[in-house]
């Protein structure tokens, strides 16, 4: 999919992706936003809105992303749209150190990935382990 084909969808994926940039603005750095200033106050005005009209976020990306931060969201719209059609759903957990060591034993000696792992370990549980006591 070209890039003018993908800055026309997924717009709730652009307007978090958006929203995560301008969280982390740094005003003493070039950014790839082109005015961060300007940005914050058309952002607001645009964000005003109950819901964020698609052609409105389009015209904001167009006009105030620069070319770098244009790519940046091309990206980030390709890798979801390939997360999203492999049927994966993307988790972040926190593991105990212990566990992590653990995971990292499975791995030197599996050969396999921890991904690969957590999924065998999920797909071969024993559901009956996991009902609560009567």
């Given at each position: 999919?070209?890039?003018?084909e993908?800055?026309?969808?997924d717009?709730?994926?652009?307007?978090?992706?958006?929203?995560?940039?301008?969280?982390?603005?740094?005003?003493?750095?070039?950014?790839?936003?082109?005015?961060?200033?300007?940005?914050e106050?058309?952002?607001?005005?645009?964000?005003?809105a109950?819901?964020?009209?698609?052609?409105d976020?389009?015209?904001?990306?167009?006009?105030?992303?620069?070319?770098?931060?244009q790519?940046?969201?091309?990206t980030?719209?390709?890798?979801?749209?390939k997360?999203?059609?492999?049927?994966?759903?993307?988790?972040?957990?926190d593991?105990?150190s212990?566990?992590?060591?653990?995971?990292?034993?499975?791995?030197?000696?599996?050969?396999?990935t921890?991904?690969?792992?957590?999924?065998?370990?999920?797909?071969?549980?024993?559901?009956?382990d996991?009902?609560?006591?009567?």
């Amino acid at each position: 999919m070209k890039k003018a084909e993908l800055l026309k969808t997924d717009h709730t994926v652009q307007l978090r992706w958006l929203s995560n940039q301008l969280a982390n603005i740094n005003h003493d750095s070039q950014s790839f936003l082109s005015q961060p200033e300007v940005i914050e106050r058309a952002y607001e005005k645009l964000s005003s809105a109950l819901v964020v009209n698609d052609a409105d976020l389009e015209h904001f990306i167009s006009v105030h992303l620069s070319k770098i931060g244009q790519q940046r969201l091309v990206t980030t719209l390709r890798v979801n749209k390939k997360r999203m059609g492999l049927g994966v759903e993307r988790l972040q957990v926190d593991l105990s150190s212990l566990n992590n060591g653990r995971l990292n034993q499975i791995v030197a000696l599996s050969g396999k990935t921890k991904i690969e792992i957590i999924n065998y370990l999920i797909c071969n549980a024993d559901l009956s382990d996991f009902e609560p006591e009567k």
